[in-house]
C-alpha cells in the first residue's frame, strides 16, 4: 500500500465517521473503556477490530508474534496490568490463528537469529505435547494441534500473573482462549476451563 493512499484513505474515514456522528471524534477523545483485552498475533491478515466488528475504544489490544505471553516480557504483562488495574476489564482473550508462520517457524530446524529465544517459547510448549503431536501424521494438522496447544498455554501464562488472579477474586475476570480460521473467516472458541485451571495452578503460583 501506498503511503498516499493510507492518507486518502484516512480522510475518507474520517468523513465516513462524522457523517454518522458529527461528535464522533469529538466523543472518541474523552477517553476508553474497553471490556476486552486482546492478546493476539501481529499477522497482518488478523486485524483484532475488523475479525470481531469492533469499534475503536471497545477492545484493548496487544499483538506479537504467535500470540505469546512470556513470563519475562514486559511489554505483554505491562498490557496486562494496566488493561485489568486500570481499565478494569471484564475478560482477556488470547487468540491465536491457523496458518501462523510463527509456530510453523518454530517447528523448523533453522537458526533465525534473534527470533531463536522467541520461538523457543513456541518448541517449549511442543515438547510439552510432543507425545501426542507427534501421533499426528498430517503435518498441517499437526500445526492446526499446535496452534491450539500454545493459545491454552499462553492462557495459562496470564492466569499465572498476580494481577489476573486478584482481578479473578475481585470481580470475577474471564480468560478465554480463541483460533482465528483463515480459511472461513470464523472465530473459534477454545472454551478454555479457566477456572479449574486457575484451581489447578494456584498451588503453585498462587500469589497473596
Same mark, same amino acid.
Given at each position: 500500500?501506498?503511503?498516499?493512499?493510507?492518507?486518502?484513505n484516512?480522510?475518507?474515514?474520517?468523513?465516513?465517521?462524522?457523517?454518522?456522528d458529527?461528535?464522533?471524534?469529538?466523543?472518541?477523545?474523552?477517553g476508553?473503556?474497553?471490556?476486552?483485552?486482546?492478546?493476539g498475533?501481529?499477522d497482518?491478515?488478523?486485524t483484532?477490530?475488523?475479525?470481531?466488528g469492533?469499534?475503536p475504544g471497545?477492545?484493548?489490544v496487544h499483538?506479537?508474534?504467535?500470540n505469546?505471553?512470556?513470563?519475562?516480557?514486559?511489554?505483554?504483562?505491562s498490557?496486562?496490568?494496566?488493561a485489568?488495574?486500570?481499565?478494569?476489564?471484564?475478560h482477556?482473550v488470547?487468540?491465536?490463528?491457523?496458518g501462523?508462520?510463527?509456530?510453523?517457524?518454530?517447528?523448523?530446524?533453522?537458526?533465525l537469529?534473534?527470533?531463536?529465544?522467541? #520461538?523457543?517459547? !513456541? /518448541?517449549?510448549? %511442543? +515438547?510439552?505435547?510432543?507425545?501426542?503431536?507427534?501421533?499426528?501424521?498430517?503435518?498441517?494438522?499437526?500445526?492446526?494441534?499446535?496452534?491450539?496447544?500454545?493459545?491454552?498455554e499462553?492462557?495459562?501464562?496470564?492466569?499465572?500473573?498476580?494481577?489476573?488472579?486478584?482481578?479473578?477474586?475481585?470481580?470475577?475476570?474471564?480468560?478465554?482462549?480463541?483460533?482465528?480460521?483463515?480459511?472461513?473467516?470464523r472465530l473459534?472458541?477454545?472454551?478454555i476451563?479457566y477456572?479449574?485451571? #486457575?484451581?489447578e !495452578? /494456584?498451588?503453585? %503460583? +498462587?500469589?497473596?
Amino acid at each position: 500500500m501506498k503511503m498516499k493512499q493510507i492518507f486518502a484513505n484516512n480522510r475518507c474515514w474520517i468523513a465516513q465517521k462524522l457523517q454518522l456522528d458529527s461528535d464522533y471524534f469529538d466523543k472518541l477523545s474523552q477517553g476508553q473503556n474497553p471490556d476486552l483485552l486482546y492478546i493476539g498475533c501481529s499477522d497482518s491478515r488478523v486485524t483484532a477490530e475488523e475479525l470481531m466488528g469492533a469499534e475503536p475504544g471497545e477492545v484493548f489490544v496487544h499483538r506479537n508474534i504467535a500470540n505469546l505471553v512470556p513470563n519475562n516480557d514486559l511489554s505483554a504483562l505491562s498490557v496486562i496490568q494496566y488493561a485489568v488495574e486500570v481499565l478494569q476489564v471484564k475478560h482477556i482473550v488470547v487468540c491465536g490463528h491457523y496458518g501462523c508462520g510463527g509456530v510453523q517457524a518454530a517447528m523448523q530446524h533453522t537458526d533465525l537469529g534473534l527470533l531463536n529465544p522467541w #520461538l523457543r517459547n !513456541i /518448541r517449549d510448549v %511442543y +515438547r510439552k505435547h510432543h507425545h501426542e503431536l507427534d501421533a499426528i501424521s498430517d503435518e498441517n494438522q499437526r500445526y492446526k494441534i499446535l496452534v491450539e496447544r500454545n493459545v491454552r498455554e499462553q492462557c495459562i501464562h496470564v492466569l499465572k500473573t498476580a494481577t489476573v488472579q486478584k482481578a479473578f477474586s475481585a470481580y470475577g475476570l474471564a480468560v478465554h482462549g480463541w483460533v482465528f480460521d483463515l480459511h472461513t473467516g470464523r472465530l473459534i472458541d477454545l472454551e478454555i476451563p479457566y477456572k479449574t485451571i #486457575l484451581d489447578e !495452578i /494456584r498451588k503453585i %503460583y +498462587r500469589i497473596g
